[in-house]
């Protein structure tokens, strides 16, 4: 939101007994009225107006700047819900460099201190008339309907005094909220994943973007043959930041009183809970994290058979094989949303939890973070576990075995190869050209028929050694042991020539759930996921401007040694235009685009003074809390609950 020149206009006070308050009542003259203009606001749903609304004369303005007169200098306005009043604290901790931060659609306590009576005016936007206004009150109760900027003015005939308002959604912990407003939440959120594209544009407007229509933004980015846009890159973050506001702007069309909520999945391991009996999992919550059913469908609770969109080739240019909205090597042909609680047969891909408080802290316990390190380590340890853990990943039992060769022959040596690295090496090996995909399989096509696979014309002339090397094997070796780089790789053919089934298997991929693929926003606990970690950001950047840690805000993106990060991009122009089907990309290394500083994200509608897409380096100038830009707000900052304090910045040692 850019910030707008400050209007302000006058009524006239005359020096009469009008200026009684018990006058103004009946003749309703003498009233004073001051408005702001802030620019552009961000707007949903209407005003909603007290019944018994109080009106005024709004004739006889005057010119002459009135002064604050000292009766009400020392007077001072205190605002809360009753999530505020329940927990003694207020809205973002009180950490958002707001007058007044208050939740929109929420029932607001407006009180004056020292017992103060005053009459009341509430004015949004450039128009000086009020929407609310009230005579003699100490408090009032008030629900602010508008994303935006308010001006409360309070006058006794003779003195006055303004207050700005600040009205946001308010994100919080799923856990915290009450019965009334979770259950609001997760009907919206229901409705958004079962309301077409189509029919949510005719019920809710145009602006309005359905899970399909975001989910195909999503695999635009992450499926992409060359190179993953979203993920592995200094882009990880403001793509999901992006897209988790475009998702709330569209739940709140559904329901206003909403927004994009948040799980802070640290307070499992905390509370000794194990992960997967986490309340999340609850059937009128997001339901069972893993499904015994065969598919592993999703197939009780509120979530039951979340539908995956078919013949979906018309409306997107990236399918699967058989035409699901899915990631185009997940071949998998159940239409409906899947989870798993193993990884290629290890339970919860080797993790006992979800990333901790501790984790969090680390990061930052030095007092000082890159913005490079800080995405590499949001898109990796701090929230990438939990994506694994809830998608899951199966489809190979009778060869898992082969997998657990190459782990226990990398753990001799000091190297951990994660189950996890399976998929993201199948995936690597598709990008290349290795592996190859059915163009098209029909609806009763068996799925053992419609499988991903390395051709024989592309795999004569390499052995299993050299294609797991061009997976990332060499890199991740050479890097953590460069001296003993040749021996392992030795070892490492041996074991491959051993058991040549393991390139049977790495070319067919398997089956991973959704949370586990591109196709990740099909799951509804994608989107709660990722406003943990954007809080966690802008604490950081409210303590840098405070001085308690040094936030080097250079872009940039520190690279790990894993089988995703691979710092190579595919250019597949001459293969697609050959007549060779069997013809192979041109890699070389190099950053993806989409996570350069000027390179543009997708999304339109964020704002309604939006006229062209951001830039990376644009839009994390527009989601810096210290700015009045976004039309949401955290409920809590430094509170994590998954912290022994239940303050990340004492678990971190900054205080």
């Given at each position: 939101?850019?910030?707008?020149?400050?209007?302000?206009?006058?009524?006239?006070?005359?020096?009469?007994?009008?200026?009684?308050?018990?006058?103004?009542?009946?003749?309703?003259?003498?009233?004073?009225?001051?408005?702001?203009?802030?620019?552009?606001?961000?707007?949903?749903?209407?005003?909603?107006?007290?019944?018994?609304?109080?009106?005024?004369?709004?004739?006889?303005?005057?010119?002459?700047?009135?002064?604050?007169?000292?009766?009400f200098m020392d007077v001072s306005l205190t605002v809360s819900n009753e999530y505020e009043r329940a927990n003694g604290r207020k809205l973002g901790d009180g950490m958002y460099p707001y007058e007044h931060l208050i939740q929109t659609n929420a029932a607001t306590l407006l009180e004056l201190s020292g017992e103060v009576v005053?009459?009341?005016?509430?004015?949004?936007?450039?128009?000086?008339?009020?929407?609310?206004?009230?005579?003699?009150?100490?408090?009032?109760?008030?629900?602010?309907?508008?994303?935006?900027?308010?001006?409360?003015?309070?006058?006794?005939?003779?003195?006055?005094?303004?207050?700005?308002?600040?009205?946001?959604?308010?994100?919080?912990?799923?856990?915290?909220?009450?019965?009334?407003?979770?259950?609001?939440?997760?009907?919206?959120?229901?409705?958004?994943?079962?309301?077409?594209?189509?029919?949510?544009?005719?019920?809710?407007?145009?602006?309005?973007?359905?899970?399909?229509?975001?989910?195909?933004?999503?695999?635009?980015?992450?499926?992409?043959?060359?190179?993953?846009?979203?993920?592995?890159?200094?882009?990880?973050?403001?793509?999901?930041?992006?897209?988790?506001?475009?998702?709330?702007?569209?739940?709140?069309?559904?329901?206003?009183?909403?927004?994009?909520?948040?799980?802070?999945?640290?307070?499992?391991?905390?509370?000794?809970?194990?992960?997967?009996?986490?309340?999340?999992?609850?059937?009128?919550?997001?339901?069972?994290?893993?499904?015994?059913?065969?598919?592993?469908?999703?197939?009780?609770?509120?979530?039951?058979?979340?539908?995956?969109?078919?013949?979906?080739?018309?409306?997107?240019?990236?399918?699967?094989?058989?035409?699901?909205?899915?990631?185009?090597?997940?071949?998998?042909?159940?239409?409906?949303?899947?989870?798993?609680?193993?990884?290629?047969?290890?339970?919860?891909?080797?993790?006992?939890?979800?990333?901790?408080?501790?984790?969090?802290?680390?990061?930052?316990?030095?007092?000082?973070?890159?913005?490079?390190?800080?995405?590499?380590?949001i898109n990796g340890e701090l929230h990438g576990p939990v994506h694994i853990m809830i998608g899951g990943h199966w489809g190979f039992h009778a060869h898992e075995d082969v997998w657990n060769k190459i782990g226990k022959l990398a753990a001799k040596y000091g190297i951990t190869i994660a189950d996890d690295s399976f998929l993201?090496?199948?995936?690597?090996?598709?990008?290349?050209?290795?592996?190859?995909?059915?163009?098209?399989?029909?609806?009763?096509?068996?799925?053992?028929?419609?499988?991903?696979?390395?051709?024989?014309?592309?795999?004569?002339?390499?052995?299993?050694?050299?294609?797991?090397?061009?997976?990332?094997?060499?890199?991740?070796?050479?890097?953590?042991?460069?001296?003993?780089?040749?021996?392992?790789?030795?070892?490492?053919?041996?074991?491959?020539?051993?058991?040549?089934?393991?390139?049977?298997?790495?070319?067919?991929?398997?089956?991973?759930?959704?949370?586990?693929?591109?196709?990740?926003?099909?799951?509804?606990?994608?989107?709660?996921?990722?406003?943990?970690?954007?809080?966690?950001?802008?604490?950081?950047?409210?303590?840098?401007?405070?001085?308690?840690?040094?936030?080097?805000?250079?872009?940039?993106?520190?690279?790990?040694?894993?089988?995703?990060?691979?710092?190579?991009?595919?250019?597949?122009?001459?293969?697609?235009?050959?007549?060779?089907?069997?013809?192979?990309?041109?890699?070389?290394?190099?950053?993806?685009?989409?996570?350069?500083?000027?390179?543009?994200?997708?999304?339109?509608?964020?704002?309604?003074?939006?006229?062209?897409?951001?830039?990376?380096?644009?839009?994390?100038?527009?989601?810096?809390?210290?700015?009045?830009?976004?039309?949401?707000?955290?409920?809590?900052?430094?509170?994590?609950?998954?912290?022994?304090?239940?303050?990340?910045?004492?678990?971190?040692?900054?205080?």
């Open positions: 939101m850019t910030d707008g020149a400050l209007v302000m206009g006058y009524h006239r006070i005359p020096d009469s007994e009008d200026n009684d308050p018990s006058s103004k009542a009946t003749s309703g003259k003498g009233r004073f009225y001051v408005a702001v203009a802030i620019g552009v606001c961000f707007v949903f749903g209407t005003i909603a107006l007290s019944s018994g609304r109080e009106t005024s004369d709004t004739s006889s303005l005057i010119t002459t700047d009135e002064k604050l007169v000292s009766g005053a009459d009341w005016d509430i004015t949004f936007g450039p128009d000086t008339e009020p929407i609310f206004s009230i005579l003699g009150r100490n408090t009032i109760s008030f629900t602010f309907s508008l994303i935006g900027a308010y001006m409360v003015t309070i006058s006794d005939g003779t003195h006055y005094k303004s207050f700005t308002v600040n009205s946001k959604a308010i994100r919080y912990e799923l856990r915290s909220l009450n019965d009334g407003d979770r259950n609001a939440y997760f009907k919206a959120l229901h409705t958004f994943y079962t309301t077409s594209q189509t029919d949510g544009e005719l019920k809710y407007g145009s602006s309005y973007k359905s899970s399909s229509y975001i989910l195909r933004q999503h695999i635009y980015g992450a499926a992409q043959r060359e190179c993953d846009h979203w993920h592995d890159g200094a882009g990880m973050l403001t793509h999901h930041v992006g897209v988790t506001w475009e998702f709330e702007l569209s739940l709140r069309l559904i329901d206003d009183t909403t927004a994009a909520h948040y799980w802070d999945y640290t307070i499992e391991a905390s509370e000794g809970v194990n992960w997967y009996d986490s309340i999340i999992f609850d059937a009128d919550w997001f339901s069972d994290n893993s499904p015994s059913n065969a598919d592993h469908i999703v197939n009780k609770g509120r979530f039951a058979y979340t539908p995956v969109l078919e013949n979906a080739r018309g409306f997107s240019s990236i399918t699967n094989p058989y035409g699901l909205l899915r990631s185009p090597w997940n071949t998998n042909p159940t239409p409906y949303l899947m989870r798993h609680n193993r990884t290629m047969g290890d339970f919860a891909d080797s993790n006992d939890k979800f990333p901790s408080c501790s984790d969090f802290a680390s990061e930052i316990s030095g007092g000082n973070i890159s913005f490079a390190d800080l995405v590499s380590a993201l090496f199948s995936k690597y090996l598709w990008r290349q050209g290795f592996v190859r995909l059915p163009g098209y399989c029909s609806s009763d096509t068996p799925h053992e028929e419609c499988m991903a696979h390395c051709p024989t014309e592309i795999t004569a002339g390499y052995n299993a050694t050299e294609i797991l090397l061009k997976a990332g094997y060499n890199s991740v070796v050479a890097s953590y042991f460069p001296s003993e780089a040749e021996m392992i790789l030795e070892d490492l053919e041996d074991v491959i020539y051993g058991d040549k089934m393991i390139l049977e298997v790495l070319c067919a991929v398997g089956s991973p759930g959704e949370m586990y693929t591109s196709a990740a926003p099909q799951d509804p606990t994608f989107w709660p996921l990722h406003g943990n970690a954007e809080r966690y950001v802008q604490l950081i950047r409210i303590l840098k401007q405070e001085g308690v840690i040094d936030f080097n805000e250079t872009w940039g993106y520190t690279h790990i040694n894993s089988a995703s990060d691979t710092h190579v991009v595919c250019d597949w122009t001459e293969a697609d235009a050959s007549e060779d089907e069997f013809a192979m990309p041109t890699c070389t290394s190099g950053i993806c685009s989409g996570h350069k500083e000027e390179d543009l994200l997708p999304f339109t509608d964020l704002t309604s003074d939006q006229t062209s897409l951001y830039s990376n380096g644009a839009f994390w100038d527009l989601i810096s809390p210290l700015e009045d830009n976004t039309p949401y707000a955290y409920d809590g900052l430094k509170l994590w609950l998954g912290c022994n304090s239940s303050n990340l910045l004492v678990e971190s040692g900054l205080v």
